[in-house]
Every structure is written in structure tokens, then in C-alpha cells.
């Protein structure tokens, strides 16, 4: 007898989902320097990725790479679907723009600005009214446990403080993809573990991707998986089991 | 010792030091009552505890136990001593790279191997910590901090893998 489940069962692919980000055979050099030879990496929705390897591996590149801030000399870059390498430079920024999130190893804060305001940039550069723009960064100094800094400039901040700030202006567009590169490379280790608290807990309750570029294990430890980049070339390596 | 220290607070029951030993230092791994009691029939007899007469009342051991004067030199020397740092720690994982090397095998791979193996423990540790208590989150960052000197001597290894080879190869 055919039960009810059976007859209207519909076969769904089994496949992996297809990867949010993706980098295919990137190669990238400076002048006679390569930087990329070969690289390729997948991100799925969701998902948070450490990208580990030594200095002057091509890890900092390839990130740039897959957020559109550089141009691979060849190979792909594939982002929701979509193949971004060959679009031109203002439908990058406006991608890099709408699309991504960013936070640095020194916050790059603008020095002129307010914490808030700094908070607020993305979006007023987004085309946002002023107000409307603060308001929606107001919710991130709690979140962030920034109260209190909301004025300050970014001199008046302590170096946790100013990480944290370009962390939530990172997140407040609420980016599809965060991209971090060493982003607790400048702080001890205390405050630089609180961040990555912050960061991932946000990350996930947002659905946020996240590409880590670090080249601390215990930063990566933050993340679902590492892949190691390796004179241009990214491994991927899953541990034997025991 | 961890019996003695907490013995060294106040005269205590076997099973008072039991409970705090677990809360403190057992994780997961409780101490057997039998070795409670044969450890701290083991100090009365080296003269570092004394055992009171049986208390009346239910329970195994109704023995109140009292630290000596040699008991509580032999907490203050432990202490106060510097463990012997280890210097043994990386054998297997360098025994491995030079086994590898020498019979021809690949010793990058292993050494990748042996690096996702840590990062997944890392990885573990810290959601382990998080939200833990303090206890239980130091005791978490104590694995982190040497998983993590394991990952600098295997970063390094990596990257002089080639002179090694040649060394032990010749």
C-alpha cells in the first residue's frame, strides 16, 4: 500500500548548496610578484571561514579578491549566483557597497567623525538621510557593549573600542558577507577574544557569512572551518579521523 | 596533593574533599571514593593527615581528617615549586616528521593533518568557553594556549620542511 508520504514525495537534489562565494583557479600577480597562482575557495550562506596561512601567503589578496576590491588576472569570482570578476568598477563598489561588510586590523575609523557618525558612514554613503542613518546605527553600541562612546572620536577611543566600532559599521548595513582581515591583529589577547565573541555572535544571529583572513589559530578556533593559503594556492584539509 | 591543599582549609570529611575536588579539578573525571580513601589513609600513615575518631551517623566514612604541620610544609613547598616545564611535549608529533622524512613519506601532509586535528580541537575549546564559567573557561584557554604552541611549532616545521629532509636524509 502507497502511503501518504510516498506518492507525494518529490525528489529534492542531495548536492551541497550551491556556495554564496566562490573564488575558480584565481591567479594574481603585482608586477613580476606572484600573489595568487591558483587559488580557489568556496563559502556557503551562513557559513563562517577562517583563512589561515603565513605572511605574504596571498591570504590578505585572495580576500580582496573575493571581495571585489582587486581583479584577478584570471580565473573567477562567482558571488550569489553571479560572476563578479568582469563587472566594472562602479558595479563592484556599488556590490562592495550594498552587499559586503568590512573590518580591518587597524579599524581605519575616520578620525574627523564621531563613533556614531562613523557607525552611520555606510549608510549615509548609501545615500541614507542623517537621521535616519544614526538611528539605525544607534542599536549597535549596546549590541557591541559600546554605550557611552556613541560621541566620541576616534582619538577617545581605546583600541578595543575603535575595533568594535568598525565592527558595527561593518555589520550595520547588514551585509550578505563580512569580510575581516586580522581584525584583532592590533589587540591583546583579552580584548581581541571578546571581539571575535561579538563578531561571531552577530554574524550568526544575522545569517552574516564571514571570510576571516587571521593568521591566529586561536582567532580561527572563532570559525566553522580554515583553509590554509600557501604560496598563492589554498589548502583544504580535513582532519583523519582517529 | 590537590586532597592535601584542600584538606589544609578547614579538618574535613572524605567526602567534603571529594565533592570540592570534583567541583574544582575533576571535570567529568570524578574521583573514586576508594581513592579518596586510600589516598588520605596514605598521608595518616606518612604523618601529613590525622584521622579523628568515627563520627556516629550514616555514610561510608564518618572520619574527620586534620592536616599536620608536615602536611601543611608539604602544600607550602608544592606550591610555591615551578612545574618542570615540559620540554617532551612535541616527541610524538616531531618523532612523526622525522619518521616521515626519513623513509620518504610526506611529512607536509602529516604535518596538515596533525594542524586541521588541533584547529578542530581549538575549535571545541572555544565553544566549550563559551558562556562557560570562569573555571571551566581557564581551564578551556590552559588546552588553547598550548594547542596553540603545538600550531606555532608546526607552522614553523612546515616552512623549514625542506631543510629538514635534507638534514635527516644525508
Known sequence: ?242 | MALLGLLEREPSHGYDLKRDYDTFFGRGKPLPFGQVYSTLSRLARDGKVIAGDAEPGAGPDRKRYVITEAGVTEVETWVGQPVEPEPHLQTVLFVKVILALMSGRDAARYLDSQRAAHLKRMRELTELKRGAELVDGLLADHALFHLEADLRWIELTSARLTALAERVQS
Not at chain 1, 545569517?207 to 594556492?233: S, W
Open chain 1, 1 to 242: 500500500m502507497t502511503g501518504p508520504h510516498t506518492h507525494t514525495q518529490t525528489q529534492k537534489p542531495q548536492a551541497q548548496a550551491q556556495p554564496l562565494l566562490e573564488a575558480r583557479d584565481v591567479h594574481l600577480s603585482f608586477g613580476p610578484t606572484p600573489a595568487l597562482r591558483g587559488a580557489s575557495v568556496s563559502v556557503q550562506a551562513g557559513e563562517i571561514l577562517a583563512v589561515m596561512g603565513p605572511s605574504g601567503s596571498g591570504k590578505s589578496t585572495l580576500l580582496h579578491c573575493l571581495a571585489g576590491i582587486l581583479v584577478p588576472d584570471s580565473g573567477e569570482i562567482h558571488f550569489a549566483g553571479r560572476r563578479v570578476d568582469p563587472l566594472r568598477e562602479t558595479e563592484r563598489s556599488a556590490l562592495r557597497r550594498d552587499r559586503f561588510g568590512f573590518v580591518f586590523q587597524f579599524g581605519q575609523l575616520v578620525p574627523e567623525l564621531t563613533a556614531e557618525e562613523n557607525v552611520a558612514l555606510p549608510l549615509l554613503l548609501g545615500g541614507q538621510p542623517r537621521a535616519k542613518a544614526l538611528a539605525q546605527a544607534r542599536p549597535w553600541f549596546e549590541r557591541l557593549e559600546l554605550d557611552g562612546t556613541q560621541r566620541r572620536r576616534s582619538g577617545e577611543l581605546s583600541g578595543g573600542q575603535a575595533q568594535r566600532v568598525a565592527l558595527a559599521r561593518g555589520l550595520v548595513t547588514h551585509p550578505q558577507v563580512l569580510f575581516a582581515d586580522e581584525p584583532t591583529g592590533s589587540l591583546d589577547s583579552l580584548t581581541g577574544e571578546r571581539v571575535m565573541d561579538l563578531l561571531t555572535a552577530a554574524a550568526r544571529d544575522h545569517g552574516t557569512t564571514v571570510v576571516l583572513v587571521t593568521h591566529e589559530p586561536r582567532v580561527a578556533a572563532y570559525a566553522d572551518r580554515e583553509v590554509i593559503v600557501r604560496d598563492g594556492v589554498v589548502n583544504s584539509f580535513a582532519p583523519v579521523a582517529a
